[in-house]
């Protein structure tokens, strides 16, 4: 009788929310789709906990118990997600090691994931050298915020509190060709989780101080995107927008981790979350126009906690540095902290260099790890051979290379291409490098 019972409120609860959801459907254009997105999450979650009573009658489990497991499994996975290759080498002592580049778990591989970061660092910050509760010193506001850490992502987070802007102190000149990244967690305050967003600006700004310079459009020109409960765009040029779009499928979840990266060719723009690419905009930039400032922009409640920030000048030409110059340094393979497991991330950079083995098909290559400082010396020499001989693997596993045309090796901390002084200097030195044997 009990289960006959449950069994007909989840059948009306169904129905009565699906009638909600239609009424919902005719509010109009963008808080339409807001409201729609809204109430389709509740309905999910609604019959989720429907079916899982029924099921538990009928099965006796408790769903609970498993629910508990499953959370408590998704937390040790969720421990593994800092990128290292922005971030330190510090605890590279205390990974095990694993038997053999075979057993390890492969890259998953985004076949239309065409990101390569930049070659040169031109600004890092990952808020490491920023004692937790301070502001970091390479930003400003005229809001508020505090460097801290959690319990599901490890590292130091940047996290960004009230009502204003967060820019980089005093702006940064930027090129024709550059690429940004970094990782963010929303953690939205209050109770509506459902509708939350930040802004993330890239403009060209008079006075890069200015928190008010333009108001609503800053500087003489730009882009505005905001990220939260959709994806959305609109550009700008002496005062008047020229461009608008949404993107209502790249929706984040409060406290999952996302990684944002753009990638700015002259007049186009790519914006990519995580590895799908929601924005490809070829004209959306007035030729020869300058960057010189980013920021973030904060609602009430936005709150979002930035790592891993990353700014980096022109792209590798990999057929010319590999073929013509012999060696090739590449910043765009990424592994978990302290770890030699490639990312998927690391999909665009892998693929151009694979294009370029295969398009010569008679040279061999030595693929070298390198760490930063941080850590002990023994470690890093370990952690640095280990990562080599993992993206040997991953080029021949996910690339067609044969494996004997590939060797790897590792050499820590001993060759820095900079002081190891600042978390931008670090970032230089922990690198990848294909040499032409």
Known sequence: MKLLFRLFFLASFVFSVSCASAQIINVGNRVENKVVNRVNNKIDRGIDKGLDAVEDDITGNNHKKNESKSEKATAETNEQVNTDNATSDTEAASVAKPASPQDKPSMQTYSKYDFIPGEKVIFFDDFTETAVGDFPPDWNTNASGEVTTNNLFPGNWFKMIGYGCVLIDGGIKLPDNFTIEFDVIPHPSGADYDNFD??????????PKDFDEGGAIPGTGGIKMNFGSRATYSAYFDGAYTIDGIKDEAVMEVDHKYRLSFWIQKT??????????????PKVFPTGFVFNQMRFELGDASNPMVTNFRVAAGLPDMRSKLITEGKLVSYGIYFDVNKDVVKPESYGTLKGIADVLKENPAVRVKIVGHTDSDGADAANLDLSKRRGESVKAELVKNFGIDASRLESDGLGETKPVSPNDTPSNKAMNRRVEFIKL
């Not at 186009?268 to 690419?277: G, N, S």
């Open 198 to 207: 930040f802004g993330f600006y890239l403009y060209g700004a008079e006075n």
């Open 268 to 281: 186009r723009l790519r914006v990519y979350m995580d590895q799908v690419k929601i924005f490809d905009l």
